[in-house]
C-alpha cells in the first residue's frame, strides 16, 4: 500500500495523479476463507481489519451487496460520542473514541475525527437529573462529560436559543468535547483500504442468499449472489438486514427494522461549531466542513427495508430545530435520504455469539452505530478471532433478553412524573 | 431604455421597458425591468461576473435560466435579519431596491485571496482531503479542519430569528399536474375540460416553460406562450382548476401526496407582515401528470467555466423572454440542433454570431440551412478545446476532431448545448426506476408504481406535436378514471424545432493533461479527469464516484452534471452506463427553505402548552412554572424577598405545620367501567382489586410484560362495576394506551369500557393538620369526619354546590384529600378553598415542596426514583404485588434471572454525614472512594432536597444490595470532594405513619 | 405519509391519525405465569422483522382508537390489506407488481375469544 501523505500528494501532483492505487482490490471470490464477513458497512470493514491487524487472519472476505459504505455507514449524520450512562456502554463506546483519536494515522487515511464537542441540553427538571445522572457516572468511569448552564452552553454554540420564554427554555446541557464527528465515507474507504492491504477480500455487489450449515449445525459458508462460498467463520454485520441474514440461518432476532430519515442544508460559512442534541425537542445538529448544516431526529414509525420516510417526520425534526435556532429557517434543505437501522428491545447493540456454532452477530445500534464503529469492529474481530467475546463487549449478548440482564439506555431516560 | 441597460434589446422580450425598476449588485445600484431576475438584469448591465466556485474560488458566470443554475449564487439581503444564502440569480425575480452580494470571496469578486486554490489545483484533486493532514493527529481538529471550514461554505447564515410568517395547506384533487409549460397546461387543460378537479404548478413566475424561448412554437393557431398564457388565464378561471406559480414540486412521497413549496412575498418589494413568505401544500392527488420538461447539459471542455459561457437555452431565454443580449459577439458549441436556433435569434436580433462549432460530422437539417443562410459560419466535426479570458471569456480555441490546426477565435459569449436530460426527478421520487435508453443516451421513465404518468420532455419527447400530444392523451385519460368525463379537448401545437441528440462525457481530451479544467459539476469544482481520478483509485459504483469527487452534490444537485458523470465514469470503466449505476432522486428537488417545512410550528405552536383549569390561580400568586410533558405546573409560589429555596422551604413547612393545597389536576384520569372491570384491573395491575370495597381506594403499581414498573397510581371504586383510575402525569396517555391495547386485542371478551377522564376534573389536593377543617366548612352530603372517613377512602358528595368525588389519601404523609370537581368549576373551588386554608395560616405548594414532602416519607416518583428497569421489588413495593393472581401484566418478566437476582439495585434512603450538605441528584454512588477510575459504582442517588421539616438533608437512592447494607456508609465522589452518607430506611418523617389518619 | 384504511371506521386516513403497535397474531400465552424462559423471549422480545410481507398492528389513535392489523410490504412500503383485529392471518403472496389494496374483508364485530385477537 502506497502511504498517503502531503509528499505522497506533491509527488503525484506532477504527474497528474496517475500513480495512486486502486484504494482496495475487488478480486475475484475464492472458494473458502477463514471468516466471512457479511455485511461492507463501517462496522464489517472494520471487523476484517481488525481480523488481519491485531489477529493475523487475512484470508477474510467482506461481502456487500450493493457499494461499501452504501447503507447505514453513508446515510448517518456522524455523530461520535461515548457519554453513555452504563458500566457496558461506556466502556464500549469509550473504547470507540480512544480508537477514533488516532484512526487516520493507524489506517493511513484521514477520517476527519473532529472532537468539536457533544452538547446535549437540558430542557427541563427530568433532563437536568438525567444529565446529570449521566455526567456523574461519566466522570467515575473516566469518560469526559460536563454540566453547563445556559449561558456557558451559548458561549459554547452562539446560535443557541437560551431565552427563558422559548417553549421548553434550556435549562442546561451536558457536554462531551472528545464527543463530536467523523467523515462517514471516509471510514470505510479507509477500513477497506487498510484491509485489503492485508490481504482481505472486498467483494461488491455479492449479495448473500442463504447461511449452510453441516450436520453439527456448524455454519461451512454462505450462498450468494455470486455462488457458495465456504468459511469457516462467518460474521454477520448487516445492519436493518441482519433479521434477514439470520433468519437463513435459523436465528429469530430481537429486532426491528426503521427507516431513520437525515438531512443537509446548502452549504453556508461556518455558523456551528459543536454537535448539539435534544431529547426533548427532539433533534439533532452540526455543520459538516463543506458548510452543510446536518440534522436528524427520530425513526419513522413502522418497519421499513425502503430506505425512505415520510415528509411529517423531517417538518417535527425541522420544527425543533429552528426552536432552538431561530435564525435556521431561511436556511434551505438541500438534500435528504433515509437509512435502515435495527432496533433492539433495550436500545443497545448485540456482539455476540449465536446459538449456531462459528455464527457470529454484530447488530442493533439502531440510530447510534456510527460513533461505534471502530470499537465494534475491534471488539467483533477478538469474539470472532476468539470464539469467545472480549470483557468490552461481553454483556452485549443475545442471550440478555431472556435472562432479563438489558443494557436500557433508553429506559435510563425514562420520561418522569 | 435606459443607457446602463446597454444589453437589453428593443423590441425583443416581453418586459415592459415603461417599468424601469432599482437594484444592487454587491452594492453598486443598477436598473432593470419589472419581471427580470437578477440574473436577466445583471446580463441587462453587461455583469457576467457573479460568483466565485466553492473549491478553487474560479470566476463564475451564469450558466442557465432556470433552477439548474450552479454558479449564479448570491446572498440576497432583504434587511437584517432577512438575508438568505445561495440564492440563484436565475431565479430571484428583482424588486424596487433588490439588494444582493457576491458570495466565497475575499476581499472582492474582482480580486478574490481565495483563487491562489486554482494555482494549487495539482495539488488538491478529488479527496485529497482523504491522503493529508494526518500528522500531527492533533492538528486536524486544530489546525487542518477550521481552516478548510473557513474556506468552504458559500453564503452566510442568517444570524437574527427570521421575522416572517410561514404556512401550510392540505389539498386534495383528482389530477395534479407538475409543470406548466406546453406539456403540462395541455394536459391540465384536458383534464379540466372533461370535468377533473385539477391543480397545476409551476417553479417559475410565469408559465410557458420552454415556449419563453421556443419561438416558432404554434399553438391552436397561436404563438406558443401567447397560447400558454391565455390557456392559464383560462384554467385559472375554471372553478375545478387551481393554478399556482412560483409553487415547486419538490417531494413525491407515498400514495401521491405531492408537496409543492409556494413562494408568496419573496419577489414582492413590501408585503403585509402577516402574509406568509412561503407556503408549503401538501396535494394528495388521485393521478398525477409529470410534465417536468428537460433541462440542457453544458459541454465539458478546458476551461468551460468562464463568465459569459452558458447553456445556449439560456441565452435564449435571456434574450426572448428578458429582451438581453447575453454578448454582442457570441460563439456555439452544440452537439444537437436546438443551439442553432438560439444562434439565429441572437442573430436576428442583430448580435454577431462568431462560429457554430458542432460536434457533428455532417449536420444537416433546416437549422442548419437557416443558420447558413443568416451567413452563420458552421464549424462541423470539431469542437472548443479551450477558451480564453479572465473575468470573462474572451475567445474560444477550436480544433477539428480529428485533430490538426486549432483556430482561436474571439468571442464575448460562448452557448454550449450537449443535448437535453428529461427531468425524470418526480418520477425517480415516486419510487419509479428509471430506464436507460442506450440509443439517445438518456434515462427515461420505467414503469410506474403510482397513479402516475410523464408527458413532454421528461418523458422523453422530442417535439411539440409529440409533447401535446401525450399531453391531451394523460389529461383525458386521467380525468376519466376520475370519472370526469365532461368533454374533450383538441388542441393542434407543433414547431420547426427539435430536441434530439447530443453527447454526453468529456470532449477532446478534456480529462487528459496535468492541469486541463474540463468542468462537469461547476459548483463544486468537479472535473472530468476528478472523475477519471475515483475510478482510478478503485470507485467501480457512481455513488462511490459521487462522494468521492462530490460531483452532483451541490446545491444545483447535478442537474447539468449527473449524466456527464456518469458517461466518464463509465467511460473509465469501459462499462455501459446502467452498469455504473442508475440514478435516483430524493427529495428535494430543488432546495427548499426550512421555515416552509415548519410551516406554523414554531415558538407557541411548535409545541401546544397544557394548563390546569386552576392555571390562573397560581398566576395570579406569581408561581413559577416547570414544563412537564406538556404542561405548564406551579412549582413554586415565591414571596417577595424568597428565591426558590426558601419558599420550598417555607411551603413544606407550612404543610405540615398547618395545611396546603396543590393543583394535581395534571394526574392522568381513567374510568374503568363494566361488570368485569375489577378483573380487568386485576389483570392490569399487580396489585388484586376485585376484593377492593367500593368506597376504598387502593394504591396500584403496573408493569409492562417486562416486569418493570411502569406507572403508578391511586384507584378508587366507585361502585361495583366502576373504577376512577389516576396515572402519573407523564404516563396519562400510554397507560390509556396499555389499557385499551389489552382490552381490544387480548382480553376482548372482557366487558370493560375505557374513558379518559384526564380533562374533565379538577383536582385538588388539600394536606394537613387543618385540612379537613378546611374542607368540612364547604362540602355537603358526605360526613367527612375521621372516624366516618378512613384515609384511603372514596366518597361522592358536593363541594359549593358542584359534583365532587373526594379521595381521602395522602401523597404528603399528613392527613389530606384529593378533591375532584369538574373542571369549569375547578378555579372557584380553589379560590374558595384557599382563601379559608390561607386565613389558617395554609398556603399553596408546588411541584417542588410536593416533591420534598413525598421524599419525606419516601414515596416514589415513578420515573425518578424508578427508570424503566426497576421491579416493585426494587422499589420497595414487594407488598403491591398480588401474590395469589393467576396473572397480571409482568407476572411472568418479574421471574426472569437477573430480575430474581440477589444484590439488585434497591431503593433506599440516604443521609449525609453532613446534615448540612444535600446531594446531588444523578451522584453516583461507590463503596470504596479511593478507588481508581474506573470506579465501582454501586448506585446512584434518585432524590434529593433540603428537608425544612428535618432539618437537615435528606435523600433516596438506588442501591447494588441496598436493603441488605442498612446503616452502612457508602460514598459519593464529587469534582470537589467525597461526600459521606449513611444508608437508611428511605422514611424521614412520621415513621409510624399515624400522621395520615389525623 | 402513508394513507391507510382503517378497517372500523371504513376509511383511508393519513398516517397521522395511527399509530403503528409492532408485530401482529403474537398472542398473549394463556399461561403466562407458566412458560418458560424460552417462550417468554419469543413472545415479548423476538421478532420477525421480515423483508416483504410484514403483518402489523396500528392504532387509530386519533380516530376510532381501535387497534387494527395490516399487511405491508416492507420494501415498497405499501398497505396490501387492513383487517380487524382478531381475524386470521391472511393468505398472502406478493404479486409481481404489487398495487395499492386495502379491502375491508367485511366481518364486523369483536372477537370475542381471547388471546387470538393480536
Known amino acids: 500500500m502506497r502511504k498517503y501523505s502531503v509528499f505522497a500528494l506533491a509527488r503525484e501532483a506532477m504527474r497528474a495523479h496517475t500513480g495512486w492505487d486502486r484504494q482496495w482490490a475487488s478480486p475475484e471470490p475464492k472458494a473458502d476463507y477463514d471468516v466471512i464477513i457479511v455485511g461492507g458497512g463501517g462496522h464489517g470493514l472494520a471487523t476484517a481489519y481488525y481480523l488481519a491487524s491485531q489477529h493475523g487472519i487475512t484470508n477474510v472476505a467482506v461481502l456487500e451487496k450493493g457499494w461499501i459504505g452504501g447503507g447505514n455507514t453513508g446515510r448517518n449524520t456522524t455523530i461520535v460520542r461515548s457519554n453513555y450512562l452504563y458500566d457496558e456502554s461506556a466502556g464500549l463506546y469509550d473504547h470507540s473514541v480512544k480508537l477514533w483519536e488516532t484512526l487516520s494515522q493507524d489506517i493511513n487515511y484521514n477520517v476527519m475525527y473532529s472532537p468539536r464537542g457533544v452538547m446535549m441540553l437540558a430542557h427541563n427538571v427530568h ?45 442546561g446541557a451536558a457536554f462531551q468535547q472528545r464527543g463530536g464527528t467523523a467523515r462517514h465515507d471516509a471510514v470505510a474507504w479507509g477500513y477497506a483500504r487498510a484491509a485489503s492491504d492485508r490481504g482481505v477480500h472486498i467483494i461488491q455487489n455479492c449479495a448473500v442468499t442463504g447461511v449452510r450449515r453441516s450436520g453439527n449445525g456448524h455454519v461451512t459458508g454462505v450462498e450468494t449472489t455470486r455462488g457458495f462460498i465456504g468459511a469457516k467463520k462467518v460474521g454477520v454485520v448487516a445492519a436493518g438486514h441482519t433479521s434477514v441474514i439470520m433468519e437463513m440461518a435459523g436465528v429469530r432476532m430481537p429486532l426491528e427494522s426503521f427507516p431513520l430519515q437525515a438531512l443537509v442544508s446548502e452549504p453556508v460559512k461556518p455558523c456551528f461549531p459543536c454537535v448539539v442534541m435534544s431529547n426533548t425537542v427532539h433533534a439533532y445538529i452540526s455543520q459538516s466542513d463543506k458548510g452543510e448544516l446536518v440534522i436528524g431526529a427520530g425513526t419513522d414509525q413502522y418497519t421499513s427495508y425502503s430506505q425512505t420516510g415520510g415528509l411529517h417526520i423531517i417538518n417535527h425534526t425541522l420544527d425543533a430545530i429552528c426552536e432552538m435556532f431561530p435564525m435556521f429557517t431561511r436556511m434551505k434543505m438541500l438534500r435528504s435520504w433515509g437509512g435502515i437501522v435495527d432496533v433492539t428491545p433495550d436500545r443497545s ?47 452485549f449478548t443475545l442471550e440478555r433478553f431472556r435472562s432479563g440482564r438489558l443494557i436500557d439506555e433508553a429506559a435510563a431516560a425514562a420520561v418522569a412524573h | ?82 438575508t438568505e444564502p445561495n440564492v440563484r440569480a436565475t431565479v430571484a425575480e428583482i424588486y424596487d431596491g433588490f439588494a444582493a452580494d457576491s458570495q466565497n470571496r475575499w476581499p472582492s469578486l474582482e480580486y478574490d485571496i481565495g483563487a491562489v486554490n486554482d494555482l494549487a489545483s495539482p495539488f488538491i ?9 494526518m500528522w500531527p493527529a492533533k492538528a486536524w481538529a486544530k489546525l487542518y479542519e477550521p481552516n478548510i471550514r473557513r474556506a468552504a461554505g458559500l453564503g452566510k447564515a442568517p444570524i437574527e430569528a427570521d421575522p416572517d410568517a410561514y404556512a401550510n395547506r392540505f389539498a386534495h384533487c383528482d389530477v395534479l399536474v407538475i409543470g406548466a409549460g406546453a406539456a403540462g397546461l395541455a394536459a391540465a387543460l384536458a383534464a379540466a375540460e372533461a370535468g377533473a378537479s385539477v391543480m397545476i404548478c409551476d417553479e417559475q413566475a410565469g408559465v410557458g416553460g420552454a415556449l419563453k424561448f421556443e419561438t416558432s412554437a404554434m399553438i391552436d393557431g397561436q404563438g406558443g406562450h401567447d397560447w400558454a398564457v391565455a390557456t392559464a388565464a383560462k384554467l385559472a378561471a375554471m372553478d375545478n382548476v387551481r393554478l399556482l406559480t412560483r409553487t415547486t414540486a419538490f417531494a413525491y412521497q407515498a400514495q401521491n401526496m405531492v408537496c409543492l413549496v409556494e413562494r408568496i412575498t419573496e419577489h414582492l418589494a413590501t408585503f403585509n407582515a402577516d402574509t406568509p413568505r412561503e407556503r408549503v401544500w401538501q396535494v394528495r392527488a388521485k393521478r398525477v401528470i409529470i410534465a417536468a420538461g428537460a433541462i440542457e447539459r453544458h459541454m465539458v471542455f478546458a476551461e468551460n467555466d468562464r463568465p459569459g459561457i452558458m447553456l445556449a437555452s439560456a441565452a435564449r431565454t435571456f434574450l426572448n423572454h428578458y429582451g438581453v443580449a447575453v454578448g454582442r459577439n457570441v460563439g456555439v458549441f452544440t452537439a444537437n440542433d436546438s443551439a442553432y436556433h438560439a444562434a439565429i435569434d441572437l442573430k436576428k436580433a442583430g448580435v454577431n454570431v462568431a462560429a457554430i462549432v458542432d460536434w457533428r460530422d455532417a449536420p444537416a437539417g433546416p437549422a442548419i440551412e437557416d443558420a447558413r443562410a443568416l451567413g452563420i459560419e458552421v464549424i462541423p466535426g470539431a469542437g472548443v478545446i479551450s477558451t480564453g479570458g479572465r473575468l470573462r471569456v474572451s475567445s474560444m480555441l477550436v480544433q477539428a476532431k480529428a485533430g490538426g490546426v486549432s483556430r482561436l477565435i474571439p468571442v464575448d459569449a460562448l452557448l454550449m448545448s450537449a443535448g437535453w436530460t428529461p427531468s425524470v426527478h418526480m418520477y425517480s421520487q415516486s419510487r419509479g426506476r428509471v430506464v436507460w435508453d442506450k440509443e439517445t443516451g438518456r434515462f427515461l421513465p420505467g414503469a410506474y408504481p403510482q397513479d402516475a404518468i410523464s408527458v413532454g420532455a421528461c418523458n422523453g419527447a422530442i417535439s411539440l406535436s409529440e409533447t401535446i400530444d401525450q399531453a391531451l392523451a394523460a389529461g383525458e385519460r386521467f380525468a376519466n378514471e376520475a370519472g370526469r368525463m365532461a368533454k374533450r379537448t383538441a388542441l393542434k401545437g407543433g414547431s420547426a424545432e427539435s430536441f434530439e441528440g447530443g453527447v454526453s462525457g468529456a470532449l477532446l481530451g478534456a480529462d487528459q493533461g496535468e492541469t486541463v479544467k474540463a468542468f462537469v459539476d461547476f459548483q463544486n469544482d468537479v472535473t472530468a479527469k476528478d472523475i477519471k481520478l475515483a475510478v482510478r483509485e478503485g470507485m467501480q459504483s457512481i455513488e462511490h464516484v459521487k462522494r468521492f469527487t462530490t460531483n452532483g452534490m451541490a446545491s444545483d444537485q447535478g442537474k447539468t452534471s449527473n449524466i456527464h458523470g456518469l458517461a466518464i465514469a463509465a467511460k473509465a470503466l469501459d462499462r455501459e452506463v446502467p452498469q455504473v449505476g442508475l440514478t435516483t432522486f430524493r427529495m428535494p428537488y430543488t432546495p427548499v427553505t426550512f421555515g416552509a417545512l415548519v410551516g406554523h410550528a414554531r415558538g407557541k405552536l411548535f409545541d401546544p402548552a397544557r394548563h390546569t383549569p386552576i392555571h390562573a390561580a397560581h398566576v395570579a400568586l406569581g408561581a413559577d412554572f416547570e414544563d412537564v410533558g406538556l404542561w405548564k405546573r406551579a412549582w413554586y409560589y415565591p414571596r417577595a424577598g424568597e428565591d426558590m429555596h426558601a419558599a420550598v422551604n417555607r411551603e413544606v413547612k407550612t404543610v405540615r405545620e ?26 392490569m395491575y399487580t396489585n388484586p382489586f376485585k376484593k377492593l370495597e367500593p368506597g376504598r381506594l387502593r394504591y396500584g403499581i403496573m408493569c409492562r410484560e417486562d416486569g418493570f414498573i411502569y406507572d403508578d397510581g391511586v384507584v378508587a371504586r366507585i361502585a361495583e362495576d366502576r373504577f376512577h383510575v389516576t396515572t402519573t402525569t407523564g404516563g396519562a396517555p400510554r397507560v390509556m394506551t396499555m389499557m385499551e391495547d389489552y382490552l381490544q386485542t387480548e382480553w376482548p371478551h372482557l366487558k370493560v369500557y375505557l374513558t379518559s377522564i384526564s380533562e374533565q376534573w379538577a383536582v385538588i389536593a388539600l394536606q394537613g393538620p387543618k385540612a379537613r377543617e378546611v374542607l368540612a366548612q364547604l362540602v355537603e352530603g358526605v360526613d367527612i369526619s375521621a372516624g366516618a372517613l378512613p384515609h384511603m377512602s372514596y366518597r361522592e358528595g358536593r363541594i359549593l354546590g358542584v359534583p365532587m368525588r373526594l379521595f381521602k389519601m395522602s401523597f404528603t404523609g399528613e392527613a389530606g384529600f384529593e378533591i375532584n370537581v369538574p373542571s369549569d368549576h375547578g378555579l372557584a373551588v380553589w379560590e374558595a378553598l384557599y382563601a379559608r386554608l390561607t386565613a389558617l395560616g395554609g398556603c399553596a405548594y408546588g411541584t417542588e415542596a410536593m416533591h420534598v414532602l413525598r421524599a419525606e416519607k419516601g414515596y416514589i416518583i415513578v420515573g ?57 441528584e444523578g451522584a453516583q454512588i461507590v463503596e470504596t472512594p479511593n478507588q481508581p477510575v474506573p470506579m465501582t459504582m454501586i448506585g446512584h442517588v434518585t432524590s434529593s432536597y433540603w428537608s425544612e421539616n428535618c432539618g437537615r438533608s435528606i435523600a433516596m437512592a438506588l442501591i447494588a444490595g441496598g436493603n441488605d447494607k442498612m446503616g452502612k456508609t457508602i460514598f459519593v465522589p464529587m469534582p470537589d470532594g467525597v461526600i459521606e452518607a449513611e444508608i437508611v430506611k428511605p422514611v424521614f418523617v412520621d415513621a409510624e405513619g399515624g400522621r395520615v389518619h389525623g | 405519509m402513508l394513507l391507510i384504511h382503517c378497517p372500523y371506521c371504513g376509511e383511508e386516513r393519513p398516517e397521522v391519525e395511527f399509530r403503528q403497535s409492532g408485530e401482529a397474531h403474537i398472542a398473549r400465552p394463556q399461561n403466562m405465569a407458566d412458560i418458560t424462559d ?56 406478493l404479486p409481481e407488481k404489487t398495487l395499492a389494496l386495502t379491502v375491508d374483508p367485511g366481518v364486523s364485530g369483536r372477537s370475542l375469544l381471547p388471546g387470538d385477537a393480536k
Open chain 1, 127 to 171: 433532563d437536568v437529573q438525567v444529565a446529570k445522572r449521566h455526567i456523574h457516572a461519566n466522570r467515575l468511569n473516566g469518560v469526559d462529560n460536563r454540566w453547563l448552564t445556559p449561558e456557558e452552553a451559548k458561549d459554547i454554540c452562539p446560535p443557541l436559543n437560551i431565552s427563558k420564554t422559548a417553549r421548553y427554555p434550556v435549562m
Open chain 1, 349 to 395: 447493540p448485540i456482539l455476540a455469539k449465536t446459538p449456531v456454532p462459528g455464527l457470529y452477530v454484530n447488530c442493533g445500534w439502531g440510530t447510534g452505530g456510527f460513533k461505534a464503529t471502530p470499537g465494534s469492529g475491534h471488539v467483533f474481530a477478538h469474539t470472532i478471532a476468539n470464539d469467545n467475546p472480549h470483557p468490552i463487549n461481553a454483556g
Open chain 2, 1 to 82: 431604455m435606459s443607457a446602463a441597460q446597454k444589453n437589453r434589446i428593443a423590441g425583443k422580450g416581453r418586459l415592459n421597458a415603461a417599468k424601469p425598476l432599482r437594484f444592487s449588485f454587491d452594492g453598486k445600484v443598477m436598473q432593470g425591468l419589472e419581471g427580470d431576475t437578477l440574473a436577466s438584469a445583471l446580463i441587462a448591465n453587461d455583469i457576467h461576473l457573479v460568483g466565485r466556485s466553492f473549491k478553487y474560488h474560479r470566476p463564475r458566470g451564469i450558466l442557465a435560466a432556470g433552477v439548474e443554475e450552479p454558479n449564479a449564487l448570491v446572498q440576497v439581503k432583504r434587511d437584517g435579519a432577512r
Open chain 2, 125 to 133: 484533486p478529488a479527496g485529497f482531503y482523504y491522503k493529508t493532514f
Open chain 2, 658 to 683: 398547618v395545611g396546603g393545597m396543590f393543583d394535581a389536576s395534571t394526574l392522568g384520569k381513567i374510568e374503568v367501567v363494566g361488570p368485569d372491570a375489577a378483573e380487568f384491573l386485576d389483570r
Open chain 2, 864 to 920: 425518578q426514583d424508578t427508570d424503566g428497569t426497576v421491579t416493585p421489588d426494587d422499589a420497595g413495593l414487594g407488598w403491591a404485588v398480588g401474590k395469589k393472581k393467576a396473572d397480571f401484566v409482568g407476572i411472568r418478566g418479574m421471574k426472569r434471572a437477573d430480575l430474581m437476582r440477589p444484590g439488585r439495585k434497591q431503593l433506599v434512603g440516604l443521609l449525609t454525614k453532613d446534615p448540612k450538605v444535600v446531594l446531588e
Open chain 3, 38 to 93: 424460552e417462550e417468554f423471549e419469543a413472545f415479548f422480545f423476538l421478532r420477525d422483522n421480515p423483508k416483504g410481507v410484514t403483518f402489523e398492528r396500528w392504532r387509530h389513535v386519533h380516530g376510532c382508537a381501535r387497534f387494527f392489523n395490516a399487511a405491508r410490504d416492507t420494501v415498497t412500503d405499501k398497505i396490501l390489506m387492513t383487517y380487524k383485529a382478531g381475524l386470521p392471518k391472511p393468505d398472502i403472496t
